[in-house]
């Protein structure tokens, strides 16, 4: 007899009854079509898609807002620097001394709208099934076993080693350790991520002989059953044609002014043909 137990941190939503594989497929499906998007339109289409997602899979608003915040780091750079070194030239507008390029606008707005669709894609996999679920769709997916059991173990252990720096952080402070900027502080600091990395080992090995007792031969093996189901596969139908939707709202032609930052006129200008001068007789 085998009690299933579902894992508290995942609520109960749609999302979480999809079939882990074609749900794998579609958030990959979506997430690769959003970092091929190009304008910021489609972009934020995307993130619109990306965040009712996480509504559908009831993921706390509060988690989705933090997980998010986390990516600022990676965006923010690309929303300062573009505007003021993408197309000098073009069109914009001029902020005192320096001169803030239209285009540069767009194509930063564009990658940090993109970053977190592709974000909240992240978060409706890891919200709404937990990790050793979602590896052993990819899995069933052709990901080969030994990455499945590495990422399954990685993700298992950090969460040990941290632990373990939390406890010799205790033991150090309540030795009165307290860090300033001297050598004693670095030589601590070395002796504690040594202590770390050799008690981390030692663990590791534990680990190692008690999978080998229990007969581990390498093989990646899992007792979680899939079952596709109709509902299954139309909800990877529909998300590859929103894909699709979004590539082709991208790819659609757009105004030669938004294209190359050239204005229409201008172009219709350089298009018209030059009449021949008359020959001197």
């Known amino acids: 007899m085998t009690l299933a137990l579902r894992d508290p941190r995942t609520p109960d939503s749609p999302l979480a009854r999809w079939d882990p594989r074609w749900k794998l497929a579609g958030v990959l499906v979506l997430a690769a079509g959003t970092a091929a998007l190009r304008h910021p339109g489609p972009a934020a289409a995307a993130l619109a898609a990306g965040v009712a997602l996480t509504r559908l899979g009831r993921i706390p608003a509060r988690r989705v807002a933090a997980r998010l915040a986390l990516l600022a780091p990676a965006v923010v750079p690309f929303l300062i620097i573009l505007p003021f070194t993408l197309d000098p030239a073009g069109p914009g507008w001029d902020v005192g001394p320096v001169r803030v390029s239209a285009a540069g606008v767009r194509a930063g707005a564009g990658v940090a709208l993109r970053c977190l669709a592709i974000g909240c894609c992240a978060l409706v996999l890891t919200g709404t099934a937990p990790l050793p679920r979602t590896l052993a769709a990819a899995h069933a997916l052709r990901l080969p076993g030994a990455v499945a059991q590495v990422a399954q173990l990685a993700y298992r252990y950090a969460f040990l080693l941290f632990d373990e720096a939390r406890r010799v952080r205790v033991a150090v402070r309540v030795r009165g350790f307290r860090p300033r900027t001297d050598a004693h502080t670095y030589r601590t600091l070395g002796r504690v991520a040594g202590a770390i990395l050799v008690r981390g080992g030692d663990r590791a090995e534990q680990v190692a002989a008690a999978m080998r007792a229990r007969g581990f031969d390498g093989t990646y093996r899992t007792l979680i059953p899939f079952r596709t189901t109709p509902a299954d596969v139309v909800a990877f139908v529909l998300v590859t044609a929103g894909t699709a939707g979004l590539l ?34």
């Open 248 to 281: 082709g709202w991208d790819r659609w032609p757009q105004p030669v002014g938004d294209r190359d930052g050239a204005s229409e006129t201008g172009i219709r200008f350089l298009r018209t043909p030059i009449p021949d001068s008359p020959r001197p007789s």
